[in-house]
Nanobody, 120 residues
């Protein structure tokens, strides 16, 4: 599976962004998917995950109520809608395939990342 993340950019605090992750290659609809982020000088951290059918979603505590993960299997797309953004959300955001775990080592495939910068 090849993953291509997009949709990042510069936004003011309180604003919104929608990240997209396009998958190509082998069957996508059977893959659990996740989003992670990595701020400068920090370790990669779990943001959200979604089951292969989209019926179950998981979130880090710091994004609950602000971010929403979703997927469109026919289009081979996964999305992360981010609302009420805060400066501490600034990071490179990565999509990943193969698990719904909070542990990045459980994922098999990674996209290249998209930068999100939130100004105060």
């Amino acid at each position: 599976v090849q993953l291509q993340a997009s949709g990042g950019g510069l936004v003011q605090a309180g604003g919104s962004l929608r990240l997209s992750c396009a998958a190509s290659g082998r069957t996508f609809s059977s893959d659990d998917m996740g989003w992670f982020r990595q701020a400068a000088g920090k370790e990669r951290e779990f943001v959200a995950a979604i089951s292969w059918i989209g019926s179950s979603t998981y979130y880090a505590d710091f994004v609950k109520g602000r971010f929403t993960i979703s997927r469109d299997n026919p289009k081979k797309m996964v999305y992360l809608q981010m609302n009420s953004l805060k400066p501490e959300d600034t990071a490179v955001y990565y999509c990943a395939a193969g698990s719904r775990s909070r542990d990045p080592d459980r994922y098999d495939y990674w996209g290249q990342g998209t930068q999100v910068t939130v100004s105060s």
